[in-house]
């Protein structure tokens, strides 16, 4: 006898995992769909400048790559990374944060973004807290999700997390912090050294570890650079080797480019052991040839610091292109904050107005930035809107400005 024919088709959504459910989509990606189109001008996305790409050093060095270590870049590889690089994180560790490293202290990520998504896995089981900044990175609120934590929101101000509040809540033992201490997205603040020490001081009397996601102090065009929270950990913790309560997540996306898709993560050697482990089970390593191309761009240990200068001269120009398009044409009624680095000025609403409900006018006008609701772990900020200033060119950022400006103008005078 023959078997039936399954009638209609599989409902695939009853199949989805509690896991799969609970996660939406990150407004910021949705928002790339539309903004690749003709004409519209992005102060949305966190992305680099696009024309400092180092495509020739990046083109040279795949050549360099293929023709002397073609079949070692093609080959699967070790899950730690490609050992060269990760002596190069070493060096370059030391060399800007003055963080004395090993190199089984350093495990290479496929970008950032993974080696959050591994110290979810470290760290987290279903129904875990974790203590984050309000707000904080979209991203990783969809990691933390996927982990089925619960995010605990503490309040910022403008000398970055208050510390009265995390300690309150370091009381009910989370898994862990997660921090973003320099020039944080989506604010733009730093945390200040008072803070910085008290956070480590804290962790170490609650014994809860920090995850410290750095991917912007490198681009710092003003002020003064404050020690990471590794950094000022390790030297609490001094010795031969790395101990403490942080792990550092680093990222060449911001400095590069994200597209290659490199970055790493930083911890004792025995954290570092459980993470390969855990990466075996994901991705087994990083792209090797990414890895080696990366390498044999920045392996001189003069081309990366030179190439991060001209990278900070430009953020300067079109960070200050932006404030000063703001001052012309927003009116008054809003503040927002003038970063020292980093890509993005957060920019706080009158109460009246709502980010979304913005964003629909400026999608009319070819104009998208992130409303701020997105950022808040708990709710809230919907009269708050975060706008990158890396991506355009001063006069397209100029434009931009000018058109929210009018939007702006016009719903404050309805209201």
């Not at 930035?369 to 001063?394: C, E, I, K, Q, W």
Request: aromatic letters at 8%; a positive charge; glycine letters at 10%.
């Amino acid at each position: 006898m023959t078997q039936t024919a399954t009638q209609g088709t599989l409902a695939w959504e009853n199949h989805f995992s509690q896991r799969a459910g609970g996660v939406g989509s990150s407004v910021v990606r949705d928002m790339l769909k539309i903004i690749r189109q003709p004409g519209y001008i992005s102060l949305a996305g966190g992305m680099p400048p696009p024309e400092l790409f180092p495509i020739d050093a990046c083109r040279a060095a795949a050549e360099r790559v293929l023709t002397r270590h073609g079949q070692e870049a093609m080959q699967y590889g070790l899950t730690a990374g490609y050992p060269p690089l990760r002596e190069f994180v070493v060096r370059w560790m030391k060399r800007t944060m003055d963080v004395e490293l090993a190199v089984d202290n350093v495990l290479i990520t496929s970008g950032g973004m993974q080696g959050m998504d591994l110290c979810g896995r470290l760290l987290l089981n279903a129904g875990d807290s974790i203590l984050t900044e309000s707000p904080t990175f979209l991203g990783a609120l969809q990691v933390f999700a996927v982990n089925q934590a619960v995010c605990v929101p503490i309040p910022l101000d403008d000398k970055g997390v208050q510390i009265e509040a995390l300690e309150h809540k370091l009381a009910a033992r989370p898994a862990f912090m997660y921090l973003i201490p320099t020039f944080q997205n989506p604010s733009g603040v730093t945390l200040s050294l008072e803070r910085r020490q008290a956070v480590i001081a804290l962790a170490a009397q609650y014994q809860v570890p920090i995850v410290e996601d750095d991917p912007y102090s490198h681009l710092r065009f003003a002020g003064k650079p404050l020690p990471s929270l590794l950094a000022l950990d390790a030297r609490r913790n001094q010795g031969q080797e790395l101990r403490g309560n942080v792990i550092y997540v680093g990222s060449f996306s911001k400095i590069l480019g994200p597209g290659l898709r490199v970055g790493w993560l930083v911890a004792p050697a025995n954290v570092i052991q459980r993470l390969d482990v855990l990466k075996q089970g994901t991705d087994l390593h990083a792209s090797v040839l990414a890895q080696m191309i990366v390498h044999e761009v920045v392996r001189d240990g003069e081309f990366l610091p030179r190439h991060v200068e001209k990278l900070r001269a430009a953020l300067r120009q079109r960070r200050d292109a932006m404030i000063a398009a703001m001052e012309r044409h927003f009116p008054p009624g809003l503040h927002w904050v003038n970063p020292n680095g980093g890509m993005f000025v957060w920019v706080t609403l009158p109460p009246s107005l709502d980010g979304n409900e913005l964003l629909k006018q400026a999608l009319q006008q070819k104009v998208a930035f992130v409303p701020g609701y997105s950022f808040f772990p708990a709710g809230g900020g919907h009269n708050t809107m975060r706008l990158n200033f890396s991506y355009p060119l001063p006069d397209v950022i100029e434009t931009g400005i000018q058109r929210l400006g009018q939007i702006l103008k016009g719903r404050m005078t309805k209201d």
